[in-house]
């Protein structure tokens, strides 16, 4: 926003002539015009401490307040300097007076990157002076700036989004890969356990005899070799006539 266009609405706002409806006593005017040369000189510090004294002074004098929130704004003291302007639109009577407290508000708002609060002073302020071009001026900057500043937010909202999205994405991988990991373990300790299992019944069963063919023809050798002898030895008995028993005796 253009700021030269901010200061000479301010000091307008300054030197307006003394009207009727803000007669006040002669302390709070002696105070007000001290605030306005202190203000027209540039030293908008001295400017506050006399308008902040006939504002103590006067609690109502709407001129007190408003000029008080002009040198603020004069000290780029801009928070405090809205609240003045909120102040004065709450005293003001007159339209126009509420138009000009109004038009600086939302000056204020802008000054603190709040576009939304501007548009809506702006828009008052037209409501009740609807010739000022510069409040529409103004107005169309706060619009632009406003519609800037949602978008962004909304671009914020989405890159947040999405990089939550990439978060719980990544820990559903995690987690699926934890319990593939968890089962493979307990697969692996299931088979060491078994393998571990058969083994204690290897060690605990007899095992089987085994024979190479070798041993196995010689022992089949010397059966029939075994049996060939108890034929001749019978043979030779019965040669020689003995009976040869079949059954042991008792």
């Known amino acids: 926003m253009n700021r030269l266009l901010f200061?000479?609405?301010?000091?307008?706002?300054?030197?307006?002539?003394?009207?009727?409806?803000?007669?006040?006593?002669e302390a709070t005017e002696d105070l007000i015009r001290?605030?306005?040369?202190?203000?027209?000189?540039?030293?908008?510090?001295?400017?506050?401490?006399?308008?902040?004294?006939?504002?103590?002074?006067?609690?109502?004098?709407?001129?007190?307040?408003?000029?008080?929130?002009?040198?603020?704004?004069?000290?780029?003291?801009?928070p405090d300097a809205k609240t003045r302007y909120e102040q004065a639109v709450l005293l003001a009577k007159d339209p126009n007076a509420q138009a000009r407290a109004y038009h600086n508000l939302g000056n204020a708002c802008l000054e603190q990157k709040d576009a939304a609060g501007a548009v809506k002073a702006y828009k008052e302020a037209l409501m009740r002076d609807p010739t000022d071009e510069d409040t529409r001026y103004n107005l169309a900057y706060a619009q632009r700036l406003l519609k800037q500043q949602q978008e962004q937010q909304k671009q914020q909202d989405q890159d947040k989004k999405d990089d939550k999205d990439k978060q719980d994405q990544q820990k559903g991988q995690d987690k699926q890969e934890q319990q593939e990991k968890q089962k493979q373990e307990q697969q692996q300790e299931q088979k060491n356990n078994d393998e571990q299992q058969n083994e204690q019944q290897d060690q605990g069963e007899p095992q089987e005899a085994k024979i190479s063919k070798q041993d196995a023809e010689r022992i089949l050798e010397a059966l029939q070799q075994q049996e060939k002898n108890v034929q001749q030895k019978v043979q030779a008995e019965q040669h020689k006539g003995r009976r040869v028993p079949v059954e042991k005796d008792w």
Do not use: C, W
Request: glycine content about 4%; overall charge positive; hydrophobic content about 40%.
């Open 34 to 78: 001290k605030g306005n040369v202190s203000y027209r000189k540039g030293d908008a510090k001295d400017a506050s401490t006399a308008y902040e004294e006939a504002s103590r002074t006067d609690p109502k004098d709407v001129r007190a307040t408003f000029n008080l929130g002009n040198a603020e704004y004069r000290q780029q003291a801009f």
């Open 7 to 25: 200061h000479s609405i301010l000091a307008a706002m300054v030197s307006l002539p003394r009207m009727a409806l803000f007669a006040q006593n």
